[in-house]
């Protein structure tokens, strides 16, 4: 079973076995895709941020309409940034995997009959681990790095409405928000590609980073901001 599988099943797990200290609950499963931008600390230019989540929740009723309760979730995003130096073009897109939990804050608006019938905010904090590949080209270079073991902290807000749909189902719209954090000082990494020679020959390239190697900076924080529109259930 993947790490997302489990992950997932302990959350599930934690939330049943929480059944005993709330006498209102409801339980709630999402999961939606997202797109949007950001920003880098290497100083290059976020193109696209994408991915999607999935998560679980279960609330509690504080008072007439409003819920309070945990949320699990998992997440995988992409983050596409562009630099340019000295002529040389670099593509570099973080591949994340985000685990996280935290609480969701819920409120019942409207009417039975209304468009809207919710609006929710819920913050998470987590673990994130990456993968990261690097393309760089200019007239006489084309080079492909990759690069693993790279892993932070994580932390994510989101904020949004419920669409009732049919049955259990309902639509959520909803703005997310989020800071990584992440550790690239023991990322090892391989590159291959080709270069053209000053004779104008074709030659193939082919080395390997060690962490340490300056081939990366030590530390890297991502923001990004996205939308997102999601499909949960209830029950």
């Given at each position: 079973m993947s790490m997302y599988g489990k992950s997932l099943l302990a959350a599930?797990?934690?939330?049943?076995a929480s059944g005993a200290f709330g006498s209102v609950s409801e339980y709630q499963l999402g999961f939606g895709p997202f797109v949007g931008k950001g920003s880098i600390s290497t100083g290059a230019q976020v193109r696209t941020a994408t991915g999607y989540?999935?998560?679980i929740a279960r609330?509690?009723?504080?008072t007439d309409g409003l819920y309070l309760g945990p949320r699990f979730e998992v997440a995988n995003s992409f983050v596409n940034a562009k630099s340019m130096h000295?002529?040389?073009?670099?593509?570099a897109t973080y591949d994340n995997r985000?685990?996280?939990?935290?609480?969701k804050l819920s409120h019942k608006v409207g009417t039975p009959t209304s468009f809207a019938q919710g609006a929710y905010f819920s913050a998470v904090a987590g673990r994130g681990y990456s993968?990261?590949?690097?393309?760089q080209s200019s007239d006489k270079l084309f080079d492909q790095s990759l690069y693993g073991n790279i892993s932070g902290n994580y932390f994510g807000a989101e904020i949004g409405t419920w669409i009732p749909l049919k049955g259990r189902f309902g639509l959520d719209i909803a703005m997310?928000?989020?800071?990584y954090q992440a550790d690239q000082s023991e990322a090892p990494g391989t590159s291959a590609g080709n270069v053209i020679g000053q004779d104008g020959a074709l030659e193939l390239t082919a080395s390997r980073h060690v962490p340490g190697d300056g081939s990366l900076s030590n530390q890297v924080?991502?923001?990004t901001y996205a939308a997102k529109v999601g499909l949960s259930m209830g029950f």
């Open positions: 599930l797990g934690l939330l049943l989540d999935l998560s609330n509690w009723e504080l000295e002529g040389t073009s670099s593509i985000i685990f996280a939990a935290g609480f993968k990261l590949s690097i393309d997310l928000g989020s800071l924080s991502i923001r």
